[in-house]
């Protein structure tokens, strides 16, 4: 299933990119993202025109069962490889699935791309969400879209949020 999620942030294109990849903007969305347990940096290198990062989520249980299938709490446990090119102001991204059985049927992965809008940033999230699963696939990606995006909704209002404080001082 393909999705995209278009947003428009009150701050420059520079401020934003700035911003989303900064430690206190992690530390703001564990405390109070109430979908989200954790956020663990593994790993964030700036290489110059790139910043790449390992980051892992364990989201608070949202999903109990897919048909009669009980889905455990570490089935949606995701790890994060993302690459962002400064020059595109484009990241590319793939989560991964901590849980071998999950990472076997579920994929998914796309791109975040930050466009200046006059003196906002128009972000937008395209990307594709597969879950090879027999009879039930299509109703698990149905779920697990619409979970997702409450997610990545309330995200965004974070860092909305985060953008207002940041430009209070």
Do not use: W
């Not at 520079?14 to 989303?20: D, G, K, R, V, W």
């Not at 992965?109 to 940033?121: A, D, H, M, V, Y």
């Amino acid at each position: 299933m393909k999705f995209k999620i278009e947003n428009v942030l009150e701050s420059t294109l520079e401020n934003a990119e700035t911003l989303m990849f900064s430690e206190e903007y992690y530390e703001y969305l564990k405390k109070n993202h109430s979908g989200v347990d954790t956020i663990e940096v593994i790993e964030q290198k700036n290489e110059g025109d790139k910043i790449r990062r390992i980051v892992k989520y364990t989201p608070k249980p949202i999903i109990e069962k897919v048909g009669p299938k009980k889905v455990p709490k570490e089935a949606m446990v995701f790890t994060e490889y993302s690459t962002f090119d400064k020059q595109r102001h484009v990241l590319d991204f793939e989560n991964v699935p901590r849980m071998n059985f999950v990472q076997k049927r579920l994929s998914n992965k796309g791109t975040i791309s930050l466009e200046r809008s006059g003196s906002q940033t128009r972000r937008t999230i395209e990307g594709d969400l597969t879950v090879k699963f027999p009879i039930l696939g299509a109703i698990a990606e149905r779920i697990i879209y619409s979970q997702a995006k409450k997610l990545l909704e309330e995200e965004v209002e974070c860092f909305k949020r985060y953008l207002r404080l940041a430009a209070k001082g």
